[in-house]
């Protein structure tokens, strides 16, 4: 198939918040203990964390990580997890049915996000608990000394505070199995006494209300409308969580939910327009995609255990093992998240480590990078700067949940300090190659590929495993070049490219 399209250096859509390439860990499974965590296993260091995972962390260059749920928050008592770790207390988590040994805490978190140069993003339980344990939780972790909390946190041997500036309110409180769930109303009342309070004690903080689970929860979009009627001045963001299946093994259907997802995100942006409008306000709330990923492949079968298991501690739980179309589907979702960076400037991967994650580690054994790593880490690594509009003229098809999809999947994203474009594509054609033919605009002179890297040729069903960890992972790519001002080429069927020009 032709492809043609243009992409000038200087007409951009917004400039990326780094923190388009964020993350989540939950106390859940095997993501913190046995994942993050695990003294005893050969590669942890003198606090318990695995330098083998954490090595794949930090080649993700994650900007902020969310943390320590999810639904686990929902009845989450903080004050567990601090002090000596051979006096907290053990508890049932009510999310996931399971034990919580508390081994793991704020503090403990803290120095591992530390270590892996990532910026905290925490939530407060707005579920069982409510505005006084989330002050007291921020107290201990942002105030310098003098109080109750913060000189507590000082004799755990922490002097100085974390001053943690994004504060999650909650999570996903429309959710009729979350611990506390609420009407909107009351959630909204909710949300907006306890960000004015943190707002009260971190003047800077920045406060994600919840938004809805998903897009096909009964209450969205109203769920939306009511909430940020209610708190609307007081928060700086809203929150949308999705993940994407493909249980009908309908490849391009699949890859259409990418365009559902541009529907949720422009409805939202939509509400949010239309509340800012209704109260006049010229305060900007900005979404927050903090949970987002494929999540399908043991979904049921893990369903049917956890809802019935004795109370396992750290049992395996959500281990999706992520195929090659898989990635692919990723590589298109952060390729949205950067053509909507004008209203998306938060995005979680839910989660990092085991639980549908891009890093697994086994028990006592090898951690590896599974295939979804690579478009997040090509994403985060060279996807900062200024989002480009890109014009693109492809062929496109129909499915069951969008129309007009094209079959090509493409952003563009300029970083001025480094004088680069660098443009992502996703060839989502069964069968055929795409010939490229890209006008650029805009640059000085001759422009040049300075590097390219392609994920193809493998069976959508394909996988890494710990016995063939790199069996799937971008190689150097060739076949695309500058002819003039235009970058010609050939993208193979069902393959995702990462081209910088400089
Ligand atoms: O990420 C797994 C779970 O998915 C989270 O705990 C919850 O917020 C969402 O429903």
């Given at each position: 198939m032709r492809v043609t399209g243009a992409i000038q250096r200087d007409f951009a859509i917004a400039d990326i918040d780094d923190r388009l390439y964020s993350a989540f860990i939950e106390h859940m499974g095997r993501a913190i203990y046995s994942g993050i965590y695990e003294p005893g296993h050969p590669e942890a260091?003198?606090?318990?964390?695995?330098?083998?995972?954490?090595?794949?962390?930090?080649?993700?260059?994650?900007?902020?990580?969310?943390?320590?749920?999810?639904?686990?928050?929902?009845?989450?008592?903080?004050?567990?997890?601090?002090?000596?770790?051979?006096?907290?207390?053990?508890?049932?988590?009510?999310?996931?049915?399971?034990?919580?040994?508390?081994?793991?805490?704020?503090?403990?978190?803290?120095?591992?996000?530390?270590?892996?140069?990532?910026?905290?993003?925490?939530?407060?339980?707005?579920?069982?608990?409510?505005?006084?344990?989330?002050?007291?939780?921020?107290?201990?972790?942002?105030?310098?000394?003098?109080?109750?909390?913060?000189?507590?946190?000082?004799?755990?041997?922490?002097?100085?505070?974390?001053?943690?500036s994004m504060w999650c309110l909650g999570n996903e409180m429309d959710g009729p199995w979350q611990i506390g769930h609420k009407e909107a109303k009351e959630y909204g009342r909710l949300a907006d006494e306890t960000a004015k309070a943190l707002k009260g004690l971190t003047p800077g903080a920045e406060l994600i209300v919840c938004g809805s689970s998903n897009d096909q929860m009964p209450t969205y979009p109203e769920w939306e409308r009511v909430v940020l009627e209610e708190c609307y001045d007081n928060v700086h963001y809203i929150s949308l969580h999705k993940y994407f299946g493909n249980s009908s093994r309908d490849t391009l259907n699949f890859f259409g939910k990418v365009e559902e997802t541009g529907r949720y995100i422009g409805a939202i942006a939509g509400v949010i327009d239309y509340v800012k409008a209704k109260r006049r306000s010229k305060h900007d709330v900005f979404i927050c995609f903090?949970?987002?990923?494929?999540?399908?492949?043991?979904?049921?079968?893990?369903?049917?255990?956890?809802?019935?298991?004795?109370?396992?501690?750290?049992?395996?739980?959500?281990?999706?093992?992520?195929?090659?179309?898989?990635?692919?589907?990723?590589?298109?979702l952060l390729n949205e998240f950067i053509r909507r960076s004008d209203r998306v400037r938060i995005a979680c991967i839910a989660q990092l480590v085991n639980v549908i994650a891009p890093i697994r580690a086994e028990r006592g054994g090898p951690a590896w990078r599974q295939t979804i790593y690579w478009p997040y880490q090509l994403a985060s690594l060279h996807g900062r700067g200024r989002a480009l509009r890109v014009a693109l003229d492809a062929p496109t098809y129909d499915c069951e949940v969008a129309d007009d999809v094209s079959y090509l999947d493409v952003s563009a994203v300029h970083d001025r300090q480094a004088g680069t474009v660098t443009v992502f594509a996703v060839n989502r054609?069964?069968?055929?190659?795409?010939?490229?033919?890209?006008?650029?605009?805009?640059?000085?002179?001759?422009?040049?590929?300075?590097?390219?890297?392609?994920?193809?040729?493998?069976?959508?069903?394909?996988?890494?495993?710990?016995?063939?960890?790199?069996?799937?992972?971008?190689?150097?790519?060739?076949?695309?070049?500058?002819?003039?001002?235009r970058l010609r080429g050939r993208l193979p069927a069902l393959s995702y490219s990462m081209i910088k020009l400089a």
């Amino acid at each position: 198939m032709r492809v043609t399209g243009a992409i000038q250096r200087d007409f951009a859509i917004a400039d990326i918040d780094d923190r388009l390439y964020s993350a989540f860990i939950e106390h859940m499974g095997r993501a913190i203990y046995s994942g993050i965590y695990e003294p005893g296993h050969p590669e942890a260091d003198a606090n318990g964390f695995r330098q083998d995972v954490m090595r794949f962390v930090r080649e993700l260059h994650i900007p902020a990580i969310r943390y320590p749920g999810g639904n686990f928050v929902s009845a989450y008592r903080w004050e567990d997890g601090i002090g000596p770790k051979d006096q907290r207390p053990v508890r049932l988590d009510l999310a996931w049915r399971s034990k919580e040994t508390n081994q793991v805490g704020i503090n403990e978190f803290a120095g591992w996000a530390k270590d892996a140069g990532i910026d905290m993003m925490l939530a407060v339980n707005l579920g069982s608990r409510g505005l006084e344990e989330a002050r007291n939780f921020m107290e201990y972790v942002n105030h310098p000394s003098g109080t109750h909390w913060s000189d507590l946190r000082r004799s755990h041997g922490v002097e100085k505070p974390y001053d943690v500036s994004m504060w999650c309110l909650g999570n996903e409180m429309d959710g009729p199995w979350q611990i506390g769930h609420k009407e909107a109303k009351e959630y909204g009342r909710l949300a907006d006494e306890t960000a004015k309070a943190l707002k009260g004690l971190t003047p800077g903080a920045e406060l994600i209300v919840c938004g809805s689970s998903n897009d096909q929860m009964p209450t969205y979009p109203e769920w939306e409308r009511v909430v940020l009627e209610e708190c609307y001045d007081n928060v700086h963001y809203i929150s949308l969580h999705k993940y994407f299946g493909n249980s009908s093994r309908d490849t391009l259907n699949f890859f259409g939910k990418v365009e559902e997802t541009g529907r949720y995100i422009g409805a939202i942006a939509g509400v949010i327009d239309y509340v800012k409008a209704k109260r006049r306000s010229k305060h900007d709330v900005f979404i927050c995609f903090d949970e987002w990923n494929v999540w399908y492949h043991r979904r049921e079968e893990d369903s049917r255990n956890w809802r019935t298991w004795d109370w396992p501690e750290a049992p395996a739980l959500l281990e999706e093992d992520y195929n090659f179309e898989d990635a692919l589907f990723v590589a298109c979702l952060l390729n949205e998240f950067i053509r909507r960076s004008d209203r998306v400037r938060i995005a979680c991967i839910a989660q990092l480590v085991n639980v549908i994650a891009p890093i697994r580690a086994e028990r006592g054994g090898p951690a590896w990078r599974q295939t979804i790593y690579w478009p997040y880490q090509l994403a985060s690594l060279h996807g900062r700067g200024r989002a480009l509009r890109v014009a693109l003229d492809a062929p496109t098809y129909d499915c069951e949940v969008a129309d007009d999809v094209s079959y090509l999947d493409v952003s563009a994203v300029h970083d001025r300090q480094a004088g680069t474009v660098t443009v992502f594509a996703v060839n989502r054609h069964l069968t055929e190659d795409a010939e490229l033919d890209l006008a650029l605009g805009g640059f000085d002179g001759e422009a040049r590929v300075v590097e390219h890297q392609v994920m193809a040729g493998h069976d959508l069903r394909a996988t890494n495993g710990p016995d063939r960890p790199d069996a799937i992972r971008p190689v150097a790519g060739s076949g695309l070049g500058l002819d003039g001002s235009r970058l010609r080429g050939r993208l193979p069927a069902l393959s995702y490219s990462m081209i910088k020009l400089a």
